[in-house]
């Protein structure tokens, strides 16, 4: 079965860290450029990160940057998400996507042709 799955998301203080995981199964991630995305209640699925398939070239979303880096190890099968100096309007359910094309973008739905089942980030004091 042709999956991704995201892990790490929890309960954690304002100001705290946490780091997701992306794990691919039944294929493999090196030839994907991977996208991180997040929607909260109420709200719009937005783009947060995404990487190109070597790493070499990255994305962040303004409400993001400089506090969020997202990586991968290849040998691995898996893309990173570390989140530091988290706040409460982190929080939001978070995805990771696959696409085959190169660019780090963030496209609609069209553009990924993989979807994990998303894990929960709560930021609350």
């Known amino acids: 079965q042709l999956q991704l799955v995201e892990s790490g998301g929890g309960l954690v203080q304002p100001g705290g860290s946490l780091r997701l995981s992306c794990a691919a199964s039944g294929f493999t991630l090196n030839y994907y450029t991977i996208g991180w995305f997040r929607q909260a209640p109420g709200k719009e699925r937005e783009g947060v990160s995404c990487?190109?398939?070597?790493?070499?070239?990255?994305k962040y979303a303004d409400p993001v940057e400089g506090r969020f880096t997202v990586s991968r190890d290849n040998a691995k099968n898996t893309v990173y998400l570390q989140m530091n100096s988290l706040k409460p309007e982190d929080t939001a359910v978070y995805y990771c996507a696959a696409s085959p094309y190169s660019r780090t973008s963030f496209e609609g739905d069209y553009w990924w042709t993989y979807w994990g089942q998303g894990t929960q980030v709560t930021v609350s004091a």
């Open positions: 990487i190109s398939t070597n790493g070499g070239s990255t």
